[in-house]
């Protein structure tokens, strides 16, 4: 089956930890995405990715870093440096950048104490 | 920046009562994309309109892009309860979301 996979479903954390959230799709797809959703708002763009090797900044990238080392896989780190890092986080991945419907994972929420 | 604005917010209706939820840009759209997002899930992909007043149905969902595309809206006829969940509009090629429209139905 083709799809994209986010593990863990949830996630606890202490504050002042980094914290990995990982990415993978078997889609054969260029472009990946990071974006944050809080309760009751849209989704934010944290970093996007349009080929291997190369990502870019969204809207709140601060206190997040990312990778693309392979197509497939796209993790994201929260560093202890993001203030408010609880939240639903939401991979999404698509043919190209732009004009290609995105398709996402199941998300993984992160809560940290 | 380009902004998406969607309206309402929340929108609360007995089963059967129509629905509809409003997206506006500040700037034209190239494209503008429609996503559902049940409760406890993530988004799904429901459609695309490309063209200057294109109109999409999907079974008792009408999706309508402006004449200018700056504006979108989706309408849900005879709402049932599995339509409950969040609408997301996304425009541009760099498709920027929407705040989206919270759905909720009561039987």
């Known amino acids: 089956d083709g799809g994209i996979t986010q593990s863990p479903k949830y996630l606890f954390r202490k504050e002042g930890q980094n914290v990995t959230l990982s990415c993978e799709q078997n889609?054969?797809?260029?472009?990946m995405y990071w974006y944050r959703q809080d309760p009751g708002q849209g989704l934010r763009l944290i970093y996007y990715s349009q080929i291997v090797n190369d990502f870019q900044k969204g809207d709140i990238a601060e206190g997040y870093s990312v990778s693309r080392e392979k197509k497939e896989s796209f993790p994201l780190t929260v560093t202890s440096a993001q203030k408010n890092p609880t939240a639903f986080y939401l991979c999404?991945?698509?043919?190209?950048?732009?004009?290609?419907?995105?398709?996402f994972g199941p998300g993984t929420r992160l809560t940290v104490t | 920046g380009q902004q998406v604005m969607q309206i309402p917010q929340y929108q609360h209706v007995q089963e059967g009562e129509d629905f509809t939820t409003y997206c506006n840009s500040s700037t034209t759209l190239s494209n503008i994309q429609w996503y559902k997002q049940r409760p406890g899930g993530h988004p799904v992909f429901l459609i695309q309109l490309v063209k200057s007043g294109e109109v999409k149905k999907q079974k008792r969902l009408t999706f309508q892009f402006g004449e200018a595309k700056k504006n979108s809206s989706l309408h849900i006829t005879a709402t049932q309860t599995t339509d409950v969940g969040t609408y997301f509009c996304?425009?541009?090629?760099?498709?920027?979301f929407g705040q989206g429209t919270e759905l909720s139905v009561k039987p």
């Open positions: 999404a991945s698509s043919v190209d950048r732009e004009g290609y419907e995105q398709y």
């Open positions: 889609l054969n797809h260029d472009a």
């Open positions: 996304a425009g541009g090629g760099k498709l920027i």
